[in-house]
């Protein structure tokens, strides 16, 4: 790549836009109304975490997938969240374009590092590997990915019918999520 400064300064600035899709909402569910609901497997919540980080990432592509997250899996407050952060993403990419790039591709790999569940709600941190193929209108695609590592912390409600994604945020206290539609 031409122009890695370029590159970094557009991660730092949507970073700080896109810091996680972080919830304004307490649970959705009044107490007491999620006493049937069964705790967890770690594989369920892992299984939603690797699904949302890579619609997340996802929207960085020229032709972004649709969300594969049903509604009944995230709470309101992801929802509105994400649809805030959307915008910014595509005025992103419309930078990042200008400037001749845009992404090909990407691959994710959620790691579960703990889960912890506390009555109607859970915690889990994991680490996030993601590389991405970048192409520019000088050179072409590349075939050498870019890439980051990041821990992060996922939290859960429990509702009526499961457990829903209510936020996911950096681990590290001011932290920042170096994601895929931050390069965008």
Not at 38 to 67: C, F, H, K, M, Y
Not at 140 to 147: D, K, L
């Amino acid at each position: 790549m031409k122009h890695p400064r370029t590159v970094a300064a557009a991660v730092l600035l949507l970073a700080s836009a896109l810091s996680g899709c972080q919830s304004t909402a307490g649970p959705e569910l009044t107490q007491g109304s999620t006493s049937s609901v069964p705790s967890p497997s770690s594989a369920e919540l892992t299984a939603i975490i690797q699904t949302a980080v890579e619609d997340r990432n996802g929207t960085v592509l020229d032709v972004p997938p649709a969300p594969r997250l049903a509604e009944g899996q995230t709470t309101a407050a992801y929802r509105a969240k994400r649809a805030r952060d959307l915008p910014v993403v595509a005025r992103s990419k419309a930078g990042f374009r200008s400037k001749g790039f845009w992404y090909t591709d990407f691959s994710t790999k959620i790691t579960v590092e703990s889960v912890e569940v506390t009555g109607s709600a859970a915690s889990v941190h994991f680490k996030e590997l993601t590389e991405e193929h970048q192409s520019s209108a000088a050179n072409g695609p590349s075939n050498v990915p870019s890439g980051y590592s990041v821990e992060e912390t996922a939290t859960f409600r429990a509702s009526a019918d499961g457990w829903q994604l209510d936020s996911i945020a950096p681990s590290a206290p001011g932290g920042l999520l170096p994601m895929s539609i931050v390069k965008g």
